[in-house]
């Protein structure tokens, strides 16, 4: 099985370096195991599947970098977000095709609508338009030490189970900051519809202006999880790893959806009337 790594906070992130560093002693654990690491070289975080202005440029730069206590590992630092680098490993740019690809660990969840907008998230998604499998994974973001060791071996434990799923598997996982013994569980959930951003105003001076954002937290408290316990946000706020399947673009075939297109072809039959 091969294994390409990437993340959104780049590829010098304390986050990415313990998951290389799990994956290292998981390749010494048995045999056909190869791990890769093509991740960007800054901080792309928000990018969702953003790929950037490829046809503004006919290519874009690389540097080999080390990961310190995984130096047997390839890696790649890449100028491109980390979906594009998702796609630059799937065109066999840095060896063969993967079979599954982890994205992180970030550093802060990925819950609610942040799912969408997240870069962590966006190149798993990548990963399955390619045929891939992917998991996206994410540590709750509190004050130091930040425990990479628990989501790390929460994702390792995932990865027998992901790389004998259907291809175009994507799982998102979102791991408390708390040492493995204190963890509660790893359980299924929904997406809640929590958001980081709770507000904006805008201040005008003239014919230019700021728009000030009111920013908040995904995650409630730990024990205010009420009618929460079943989603991403509120199981990470109680002490539970999260673990959701995803499922990118795709036609909504629903028959709302549907009509809605119907009554929209009949609105626009008369410009094409002869």
């Not at 056909?32 to 093509?38: P, T």
């Not at 954002?213 to 316990?229: F, W």
Request: aromatic share 4%; glycine share 12%; proline share 5%.
């Amino acid at each position: 099985m091969r294994v390409l790594v990437t993340n959104d906070d780049g590829v010098h992130a304390p986050g990415l370096g313990a998951l290389v560093r799990g994956l290292a002693r998981w390749c010494e654990e048995g045999e056909d195991r190869e791990v890769v690491v093509v991740a960007p070289l800054a901080n792309y975080s928000g990018a969702s599947s953003a790929v950037g202005t490829v046809y503004e440029r006919e290519a874009v730069g690389c540097r080999q970098v080390r990961i310190e206590g995984a130096e047997a590992i390839a890696a790649y630092g890449i100028d491109a977000p980390p979906a594009l680098t998702v796609i630059i490993g799937a065109f066999g740019a840095f060896g063969p095709r993967p079979d599954v690809v982890l994205s992180g660990i970030n550093l802060g969840v990925n819950v609610g609508r942040s799912v969408l907008h997240s870069g962590t998230v966006g190149a798993a998604l990548t990963a399955a338009l390619h045929g891939f499998r992917g998991l996206a994974v994410s540590l709750r973001s509190q004050p130091t030490p930040h425990h990479w060791d628990t989501a790390t071996a929460v994702a390792l434990g995932i990865l027998p189970v992901l790389s004998e799923s259907p291809s175009r598997t994507v799982l998102n996982l979102n791991v408390p900051n708390l040492p493995l013994h204190e963890l509660r569980g790893v359980v299924p959930a929904g997406i809640s519809d929590a958001g980081i951003i709770k507000g904006a105003e805008v201040e005008m001076r003239g014919d230019t202006g700021t728009v000030r954002l009111a920013l908040g937290t995904a995650i409630p408290s730990l024990g205010d999880t009420s009618g929460e316990e079943s989603t991403d946000a509120g199981l990470v706020g109680a002490g539970y790893a999260s673990l959701t399947a995803l499922h990118g673009v795709g036609e909504d075939r629903l028959p709302a959806a549907q009509a809605v297109v119907d009554r929209a072809l009949r609105a626009v039959e008369y410009l094409t009337a002869r």
